[in-house]
C-alpha cells in the first residue's frame, strides 16, 4: 500500500493549490484569574466560559457531553490541551476582515470573562501551567503519556506554551517548494520577531517535545521540497494514536508507513496523521507559520501582513529564496539555538539578527 498511500497523501497536498492569496489566523490565549494571574482550569473555569459565551457565539462543539469548543460564523472556538483557548479566524485577503472578526470575538466574550473575574493573556509561555489537568479529550492524555518518553519539555509544552499560528496559500507545486523551503529558513527570524519573553523559551521548549514530529522537517531547506518529500516525512513518522471507532488507540513509535501497510489511508486518516506532525512549518492542505507566540491582535496582523508581504510578493519572496538559497537544516538549527543563548546580539547566517529584523521592518 505504500505507493498508492503515498499518492493519496500527494493528492491531498496537490488539492490545496489555488490562486487566491489568503491568510488564515489561529490565536491561542491563556486564560487567566484577573487577582491572582493564575490560569483557569476546564473544570469550574474555562469550560464554564465556553457555557457562557455559547449562546451568543454560536454552536457548542460535545466531547463525552462536555463543551470543548464553539463553531461561529466567521471563526471557530477550540481548546488547546489544558484549556488555553484558541480562536481560528476563516482564512482572508484582508486583514481588516480578520481584525474585525477578532474584535467582533472580544467584545462577545469579554463580558462573559469580566463576569468571572478573568481575562485572556496574550504570551508565548506560562509558569505557574504546569500543574493544570488536561481538558476531557483521550487524545491528550495518550499524548501527555508519549511525551514524557520523547523528550524533556513535553508537559510543559501541553501546559504552558501558547501560540499564533498563520497559514499561506500556494497556486502550485513549484511555488509550495519556493515558499516552504522560504518559510522553514526564515523560521529563527520569524521566532524572533515574535518571541514574547525575550528569551525564545516558546523555541526552546519546542526543541525539546518530540524530535520526530517537531523542529524543522528534515532536509527541507537543504533541497527543492516536493509534495512527494513531505509525504514521505507524515508516512514515515508514528502518529502517536490513530482513531478507531472514533475512539484514539494509542500506536506508541509505529509509524503510519506500518500502520497503513495493509490499509489504503481515507482523507479523514490523512487529515488526522498530518495533523499529529509539530514541525515550525506545516503542510496540510495550506502552508502553516507555527513559530510565533501569542500575540495581542495588532501585533497578530502585523506578523500577518510581514508574512503577505514577503510570500505574496514575487519579488521579494525570490530575494529571500537567494539570500537563504545556501542555508541548510543543520544551520537553522543553529541559528535558533543562537537565538536563545545570545538573543538580539546574534548572528544569523553571517548577518547580525537586527539586520533582518531592521530589512523585514523596511519592507
Given amino acids: 500500500m505504500t ?3 503515498l499518492a493519496a497523501l500527494v493528492e491531498f497536498f496537490q488539492s490545496g493549490c489555488k490562486k487566491e492569496r489568503l491568510l488564515g489566523v489561529e490565536l491561542e490565549h491563556f486564560v487567566i484569574n484577573k487577582k491572582t494571574r493564575t490560569p483557569l482550569p476546564y473544570q469550574n473555569g474555562v469550560a ?3 457555557r457562557r459565551f455559547a449562546p451568543i457565539f454560536g454552536t457548542p462543539v460535545l466531547s463525552d457531553g462536555q463543551i470543548i469548543g464553539i463553531t461561529g460564523k466567521n471563526s471557530d472556538i477550540s481548546l488547546e490541551p489544558a484549556a488555553q483557548l484558541e480562536i481560528s479566524i476563516r482564512p482572508s485577503s484582508c486583514l481588516d476582515e480578520i481584525r474585525n472578526t477578532y474584535d467582533d470575538f472580544f467584545a462577545k466574550i469579554s463580558p462573559v470573562l469580566d463576569e468571572m473575574n478573568c ?5 508565548g509561555t506560562l509558569e505557574n501551567a504546569l500543574s493544570l489537568p488536561l481538558i476531557p479529550k483521550r487524545r491528550y492524555e495518550i499524548m501527555d503519556e508519549h511525551f514524557k518518553k520523547t523528550g524533556t519539555h513535553g508537559l510543559q509544552m501541553m501546559r504552558g506554551t501558547a501560540a499564533t499560528q498563520i497559514s499561506i496559500d500556494y497556486e502550485s507545486e513549484a511555488d509550495f517548494s519556493k515558499k516552504f523551503r522560504v518559510a ?3 523560521t529563527p527570524i520569524f521566532s524572533f520577531l515574535c518571541d514574547t519573553t525575550g528569551k525564545m523559551h516558546r523555541t526552546h521548549i519546542w526543541n525539546n517535545v518530540d524530535p520526530a514530529r517537531s523542529g524543522i522537517v528534515p532536509k527541507s531547506p537543504d533541497k527543492t521540497f516536493t509534495f512527494l518529500d ?3 516525512y507524515i508516512y514515515d513518522r508514528p502518529p502517536i494514536f490513530i482513531l478507531q471507532e472514533n475512539e484514539p488507540v494509542y500506536t506508541a513509535n509505529k509509524p503510519n508507513s506500518e500502520i497503513f501497510a495493509q490499509k489504503k489511508l481515507t482523507t479523514a486518516d490523512i487529515e488526522h496523521i498530518t495533523s499529529m506532525a509539530f514541525p515550525d512549518v506545516r503542510l496540510q492542505n495550506r502552508i502553516e507559520l507555527r513559530m510565533a507566540d501569542s500575540l ?4 497578530t496582523l502585523n ?3 510581514l508574512l503577505k508581504k514577503i510570500f505574496y510578493n514575487e519579488e521579494i519572496l525570490e530575494k529571500y529564496f537567494c539570500e537563504t538559497r545556501d542555508v541548510k537544516n543543520i544551520d537553522v538549527v543553529e541559528a535558533k539555538n543562537a537565538l536563545i543563548k545570545h538573543g538580539g546580539d546574534a548572528k544569523i547566517y553571517k548577518k547580525p539578527i537586527r539586520e533582518w ?3 523585514m521592518e523596511n519592507l
Fill in 230 to 232: 513531505y509525504a514521505k
Fill in 357 to 359: 529584523v531592521r530589512e
Fill in 119 to 123: 481575562e485572556l493573556l496574550y504570551a
Fill in 3 to 5: 505507493d498508492s498511500n
Fill in 184 to 186: 522553514c529558513a526564515l
Fill in 296 to 299: 495581542p491582535i495588532e501585533k
Fill in 48 to 50: 464554564e466560559i465556553l
Fill in 303 to 305: 506578523f500577518a501582513d
